[in-house]
């Protein structure tokens, strides 16, 4: 009853993370479904508007004549219609904000900022939670980022991918996958830091940045770009994105509740899987440019059929892995 009682603030705080979570994710998926297509009508006609009336700028004329060259290439940098335009430049920024973002976490977290206070203020009230009837349901969320599970999953879609006759898509998988997975180890080798004091599940690994919240990024993330690729309906292709977020949104959540990491730790993984992420979707989107990847396939039944037990599959390996592996190393 004492426990309960103490344990009562920081399970309201939780529920009302979840709810403004999933509140907040319903509504803009929402707005998409609504108004999606009419913004990007708008925002192309936008465009049009801005190249036409810039491009009869005197300055513009100016520059055009005195340096061809140097304008002709920026030119096809902002050019629509094909990869090595304005789609690889937009990428190409994403990358380097998102490096700027953890550069900037990373700084915070050597120099002992306001975030480290933060990270240990979280870790303490979450400390209150590991004998509340709310684990369970978070080890099986965790569980969907542990290692078997995305080595699973990982063979499940190459299996896919050999069905659908698109092997090309296995290149931005394992891009994603290994080389986000390659990068959070070498962090964690290069700042050393120490896991929470009242960690709940066994690990052996330092905690910056979070492996779970990484590869949740960079896989789930890549598997629902490939979902959205495949379709061709604007409404499935939202509600894919919206799943895709609270998915790796909770699974993050659940090693802050665990107490297996930091919040900045879950951050900083979110930064590392978005960036291979990018990556490996700028790869897809250069396949897709050279004709290697077909993304308008003709789905039969059977095809179907295996992905929804690939999707079965996981949920069982995962219940399975969570009930016979983590739980036995609850403190």
């Known amino acids: 009853m004492i426990a309960l009682i103490e344990q009562r603030p920081q399970l309201i705080s939780l529920g009302m993370v979840l709810i403004l979570t999933i509140a907040l994710l319903w509504l803009i998926q929402h707005l998409m479904i609504r108004y999606g297509k009419r913004i990007l009508a708008l925002l192309s006609c936008v465009d049009l508007w801005l190249r036409e009336h810039l491009a009869r700028l005197p300055i513009m004329v100016r520059l055009q004549q005195k340096y061809p060259a140097t304008f002709g290439f920026i030119t096809k940098r902002f050019a629509r219609g094909h990869f090595s335009g304005l789609i690889l430049t937009v990428l190409t920024l994403l990358n380097i904000y998102i490096l700027a973002l953890?550069?900037?976490l990373v700084e915070d977290i050597v120099e002992a900022d306001s975030i480290v206070t933060t990270d240990l203020f979280v870790s303490q009230h979450m400390s209150v939670l590991q004998d509340?009837?709310?684990?369970?349901?978070?080890?099986f969320i965790t569980s969907l980022g542990s290692t078997p599970i995305t080595c699973l999953i990982i063979l499940l879609t190459a299996i896919l991918c050999a069905v659908v006759r698109q092997p090309y898509i296995l290149v931005g998988l394992l891009i994603s996958t290994i080389g986000s997975t390659a990068f959070t180890f070498l962090s964690k080798m290069v700042f050393q830091r120490s896991r929470p004091i009242d960690i709940l599940l066994m690990e052996h690994t330092y905690s910056f940045p979070s492996g779970h919240a990484t590869i949740s990024i960079a896989l789930y993330g890549f598997l629902a770009y490939m979902a959205i690729r495949f379709s061709q309906r604007f409404i499935h292709q939202v509600r894919i994105l919206s799943l895709a977020l609270l998915l790796c949104l909770l699974i993050g959540l659940s090693r802050i509740v665990l107490n297996e990491h930091y919040?900045?730790?879950v951050m900083g993984g979110f930064l590392v899987g978005t960036l291979w992420l990018t990556i490996a979707i700028s790869m897809?989107?250069?396949?897709?440019?050279?004709?290697?990847?077909n993304w308008r396939v003709s789905w039969s039944k059977g095809q179907i059929s295996l992905v929804w037990l690939g999707v079965i599959i996981v949920f069982v390996a995962t219940f399975i892995y969570a009930y016979?592996?983590?739980?036995?190393?609850?403190?």
Not at 132 to 139: L, R
């Open 102 to 104: 953890f550069a900037g």
């Open 263 to 265: 919040l900045s730790d």
């Open 132 to 139: 509340s009837s709310i684990v369970p349901a978070f080890v």
């Open 324 to 331: 016979l592996y983590q739980f036995p190393l609850l403190g």
């Open 284 to 293: 897809m989107e250069w396949l897709t440019a050279r004709g290697k990847i």
